[in-house]
């Protein structure tokens, strides 16, 4: 038994908004923040430090951590391999204390993208300043992205990570970009990886070829198997470019249940599942995005049985049919769906419906002042979402009226 331990980087927050045609509010995005630390996940990729629209939404999250709201995850921006980039970020986010620097690695994207202006050498060149930047601006973790890792010939990808833990780097971010890799080629390089450099190992993995899960958590077990720890990047319900990340939830409990791993890799105990439902369930609303009916633990049929030979097993030994039980999830509560009168509040909305949706939320006023200040606040938030606001998002503004504010507060 390893005493290695893997732990969940989530990334819903930068990955999962790049998603074309997809994208979250400040407000959602904080919200998601906030459920993945009462999941227990050890780290959040919660956004971009140099890009400018960001800059409230991080410094306020930042703020919420040093509040306790978001008590034991860690904040992680990330940026580009470059110092300047390492520098923009520090002005624009004081206090950042995790960042993660990205740069390519394949020869494909050497050769595609700086078109002739790079060689690996002035990769590794540009990587190591970055890192090197980052420690003597006070940043406590260092990641560093090897972005096409999975097309990047080994020997070079070994010179990268050596060199990055030469420089003072915290992991390695083994990218697999597109999707190329089968569980059998990321085991073998990740654990190669792993044993030849001895740095920890972080999997980034795509679904193009609908292998995401399957590539990380093969990628864990090598780094493991390799004498290091190992993290996983996952997004909320797989969301993320083209085909999608790795989802969080089926990497839980492919780790948890699978029986290569069950007993034999360990998860972070801080791990919470009974919060993956209501984490699954917001993140669909968010982002727009309906949970597939055949969705790992989530969707409508994760738990359904019809044939008589499923359902008559099922009722007679849950283990027959259930790999796992739903009451770990979070799910099993009825679902109440008002059929009368509804009462909603947002960017038009008055007082006196406003008070009547917090009094639902059990949430009192000292007054009628302190009511209007709340209601200006849920106004923006609704011009933001272009959503009605659910429940979670009206007690955070209530709990947090600064807070909100500042992340509502967006100067061009």
């Known amino acids: 038994m390893s005493e290695n331990r893997i732990y969940i980087l989530d990334v819903t927050n930068r990955d999962g908004v790049q998603t074309s045609r997809l994208g979250l509010s400040k407000l959602e995005k904080t919200i998601i923040n906030i459920k993945l630390n009462e999941m227990g996940i050890f780290q959040s990729e919660f956004g971009f430090p140099t890009t400018h629209h960001e800059a409230n939404y991080l410094k306020t999250n930042l703020e919420l951590a040093r509040m306790g709201v978001i008590s034991s995850m860690r904040l992680e921006g990330w940026l580009r391999a470059v110092v300047g980039d390492v520098e923009r970020a520090l002005e624009a986010v004081p206090g950042l204390d995790h960042v993660n620097v990205s740069i390519s690695t394949s020869d494909q994207m050497i050769q595609g993208k700086f078109q002739g202006r790079m060689t690996i050498d002035d990769v590794i060149k540009s990587m190591g300043e970055a890192v090197d930047r980052a420690k003597s601006l006070g940043i406590k973790t260092v990641g560093v992205n090897a972005e096409d890792a999975s097309r990047t010939g080994v020997n070079h990808l070994i010179r990268f990570a050596a060199a990055a833990k030469e420089h003072g780097a915290t992991r390695i971010r083994y990218c697999d970009t597109l999707g190329f890799d089968d569980p059998f080629t990321i085991y073998d390089r990740v654990n190669r990886l792993a044993r030849e450099v001895g740095l920890p190992v972080e999997t980034h993995c795509h679904n193009d070829l609908g292998m995401a899960v399957a590539c990380s958590v093969a990628g864990a077990k090598g780094a493991i198997d390799g004498g290091v720890d190992a993290y996983v990047n996952t997004t909320v319900n797989g969301i993320g470019e083209r085909a999608g990340n790795a989802d969080l939830l089926s990497i839980i409990l492919a780790i948890k249940h699978s029986a290569g791993f069950e007993h034999k890799y360990f998860l972070d105990e801080r791990i919470d599942l009974s919060k993956s439902w209501s984490m699954a369930k917001y993140a669909s609303y968010a982002f727009g995005v309906r949970i597939p009916v055949s969705q790992v633990g989530v969707g409508d049929n994760a738990f359904a049985h019809e044939s008589g030979i499923h359902a008559d097993g099922a009722l007679k030994e849950r283990r027959n049919y259930e790999l796992f039980d739903f009451e770990e999830l979070g799910r099993g509560e009825p679902k ?77």
């Open 336 to 412: 109440v769906i008002e059929t009368g009168r509804t009462i909603t509040t947002g960017s038009y909305g008055g007082i006196k419906g406003f008070r009547n949706v917090y009094d639902k939320l059990e949430i009192e006023f000292d007054n009628d002042e302190e009511a209007r200040k709340i209601l200006d606040l849920v106004r923006y938030a609704n011009v933001t979402t272009q959503k009605p606001l659910v429940a979670d998002e009206l007690r955070f503004i209530a709990s947090y009226p600064e807070q909100a504010r500042k992340i509502l507060t967006l100067v061009p």
